[in-house]
C-alpha cells in the first residue's frame, strides 16, 4: 500500500508540475482545513479556561495560537501527503493540490513552517510541557496517522483520533505546567467521539474511500459491522462524558448536560444501528448523527467550561 | 473509468494550454519553483496573474511578521514582569 501511495505521489507531482502556478494565499489557508481548526481550537480554548489557577491573557493567547498554528500545520502537512488520494476522491479533489492550484514543495516547506514555529513559540512563551505535547500531536497526526495508520488499517481512526484529543490537554497544560485527571477524561471524551463521528461520515462518503483505496471500516468490514462498532463507541461515550460529574471534577450544569446530549447522541446512534440503508444519498440519519456530533462535541465542551468557570462547578 | 476519462481530459487540457502558451512572444520569464517547468514563459495576461499573487503573499507574509514581532515584544514584556 504505501508503494503504491509513493507511486501515485510521484505521478501526481509530474502532472502537477505542468500546469500549476503561484498559488494564491487563499490555497494556503484551505491547506490548513480551516473548518477542523475551529473544533480543535475551541477544545484547546476549553481546556485552557477549565484548568484551575489563571494565565496571564498575552500567554493565554499565544498558547491558543500555537494550538491553532499546529493543527493547522499538521492538516497541510496531511493534505501533502494525500495529494494524490485526495485527487481520486469527489469530497477533497477541489483542494489546491490535488487540483493543482499550488505546488507540492510550497505545501511542505509552509506546514513544516507552521508545526516548527508553534512548538518553538509554545516552549519559549508557554511551558516545555506543552510544547512537547503539541510537537508529539503533530508527529501522531502527521507521520502515525497519515503515513501509518490511515493506508494501513480499518483501525486508523480508532488511534488515529488520538490526534485530535490533545487540543484540551495541551490547554490545561499551559496554564498548569501539568497534566491531571481531568483534561486525561477530556482527551478520552475527543479519542471516543472520534469514532462515531468519522464513520458516520465514511458510511455516506464509502465509495469514495473505496475508490481511493483506504481502508475505512466500511470498505473492510461492511457497513452493518461499522453502524454495530458506532453503537458501541456511543454507550461508552456516554459513561466517559458523564464521568467528570461523579468524581467531582464538575458540577451538576454540566453532569445533567452531558447526560441529556450523550444519550440523545445514543439515540441517533441506535437509529443509524437500525436503519441498515446501503444508498448513500438515502443516509439520513447517518448525516444526522454527523451534523450532530460536531454540535454535540462544542456544546460539551463549552458547558464544561461554563461549569468550571461561571459557576465554579468543580 | 469516469475519473480515468475525467484525468485524461485535465491532462489534455493542460498540455493545450502549454501549447498555446509556447506559441505566444515571451514576455516574461517566471520559473515559479516546481509549479512550472523551467524554460516556459508566460504572456501578459499570466504575468500579471503571477505578480498579482506574489504581491499579495508578500504583503500578507509582512503583515505576519509585524504581528509575530508585536507578539514576541508583549511576551518579553510579561516575562521580563513588567505585566502581571
Known amino acids: 500500500m504505501t508503494q503504491t501511495v509513493t507511486d501515485r505521489n510521484t505521478q501526481s507531482d509530474s502532472m502537477m508540475a505542468d500546469y500549476a502556478i503561484v498559488a494564491d494565499w487563499r490555497d494556503f489557508i484551505a491547506l490548513t482545513k480551516p473548518g477542523v481548526l475551529r473544533l480543535v481550537v475551541f477544545t484547546g480554548l476549553a481546556g485552557l479556561l477549565a484548568a484551575p489557577g489563571s494565565i496571564n491573557p498575552i500567554i493565554g493567547f499565544t498558547a491558543i495560537l500555537c494550538i491553532t498554528l499546529a493543527a493547522a500545520g499538521a492538516a497541510t502537512l496531511n493534505q501533502w501527503y494525500e495529494a494524490d488520494i485526495d485527487g481520486i476522491m469527489k469530497r477533497t479533489s477541489k483542494r489546491p493540490l490535488p487540483s493543482g492550484r499550488m505546488d507540492r514543495t510550497s505545501a511542505l516547506h509552509f506546514g513544516i513552517g507552521l508545526s516548527a514555529l508553534s512548538v518553538f513559540l509554545m516552549g519559549v512563551a508557554v511551558n516545555w510541557l506543552a510544547a512537547g505535547i503539541l510537537a508529539f500531536s503533530i508527529f501522531f497526526y502527521a507521520v502515525i496517522y497519515t503515513m501509518w495508520l490511515k493506508p494501513n488499517t480499518p483501525h486508523n481512526i480508532v488511534i488515529g483520533g488520538a490526534a485530535g484529543a490533545f487540543p484540551p490537554v495541551i490547554g490545561w497544560a499551559a496554564v498548569t505546567g501539568d497534566v491531571t485527571a481531568l483534561p486525561i477524561i477530556l482527551f478520552a471524551i475527543i479519542f471516543i467521539w472520534t469514532p462515531p463521528h468519522f464513520w458516520a461520515l465514511a458510511l455516506f462518503v464509502e465509495a469514495d474511500y473505496s475508490k481511493a483505496g483506504i481502508p475505512m471500516l466500511p470498505v473492510t468490514h461492511g457497513k452493518a459491522e461499522t453502524r454495530k462498532q458506532m453503537l458501541g463507541y456511543s454507550v461508552l461515550l456516554l459513561l466517559v462524558t458523564i464521568l467528570p460529574w461523579p468524581l467531582g471534577l464538575t458540577g451538576a450544569l454540566y453532569g445533567l448536560f452531558a447526560t441529556g446530549l450523550s444519550a440523545f447522541f445514543l439515540v441517533l446512534a441506535v437509529q443509524v444501528f437500525r436503519a441498515k440503508q446501503d444508498d448513500a444519498k438515502k443516509m439520513r440519519y447517518e448525516k444526522k448523527l454527523f451534523a450532530y456530533s460536531i454540535i454535540y462535541l462544542f456544546v460539551i465542551f463549552g458547558v464544561l467550561v461554563a461549569d468550571r468557570i461561571l459557576l465554579g462547578g468543580a | ?84
Not at chain 2, 23 to 35: C, F
Not at chain 2, 57 to 77: D, E, W, Y
Open chain 2, 1 to 84: 473509468m469516469e475519473q480515468k476519462a475525467q484525468n485524461a481530459n485535465s491532462r489534455a487540457q493542460a498540455v493545450e494550454g502549454l501549447a498555446k502558451r509556447e506559441s505566444l512572444t515571451p514576455e516574461l520569464d517566471v520559473s515559479v519553483g516546481e509549479g512550472r517547468a523551467t524554460g516556459q514563459h508566460l504572456n501578459k495576461e499570466e504575468s500579471a496573474k503571477v505578480l498579482k499573487a506574489q504581491r499579495a503573499r508578500a504583503n500578507l507574509m509582512a503583515i505576519g511578521l509585524f504581528c509575530l514581532c508585536i507578539l514576541f515584544f508583549m511576551i518579553t514584556i510579561v516575562k521580563i514582569g513588567l505585566w502581571g
